[in-house]
Nanobody
Framework: QVTLVESGGRLAQAGESLRLSCSVI??????ISWFRQTPGKEREFVAF????????DYADSVNGRFSISRENAKKMVFLDIRSLKPEDTAVYFC?????????????????WGPGTQVTVSA
């Protein structure tokens, strides 16, 4: 059993920076992805980090503005967002996957957190 808890979401203004955190409560170290979702739309892949942090991947739409990192000793995964845009408004989720799964697909994730709301005003 793995429990994920996201935090750090808030109301922000365009241009600001934000750090989202994902606390991973489980017996192992897991590959983690971040997704985001807006009402009426499918969950959208944002970023991935492998178990050892050596491999990262980003959606083209966020590449260059988003940065994923992890601190395995604290079982934390972070998503740093800079130059926030109104279109970044969404609920952000972290999910457990594996290093060999297709981490861009929600179905390849076994556990999810409840999400954290990010709202960006223009």
């Amino acid at each position: 059993q793995v429990t994920l808890v996201e935090s750090g979401g808030r109301l922000a203004q365009a241009g600001e920076s934000l750090r989202l955190s994902c606390s991973v409560i489980g017996r192992s170290i897991y590959a983690i992805s971040w997704f985001r979702q807006t009402p009426g739309k499918e969950r959208e892949f944002v970023a991935f980090i492998s178990r050892d942090g050596g491999t990262t991947d980003y959606a083209d739409s966020v590449n260059g503005r988003f940065s994923i990192s992890r601190e395995n000793a604290k079982k934390m995964v972070f998503l740093d967002i800079r130059s926030l845009k109104p279109e970044d408004t969404a609920v952000y989720f972290c999910g457990v996957t594996s290093d060999i799964s297709d981490h861009r697909i929600p179905f390849e994730h076994t556990y999810w957190g409840p999400g954290t709301q990010v709202t960006v005003s223009a």
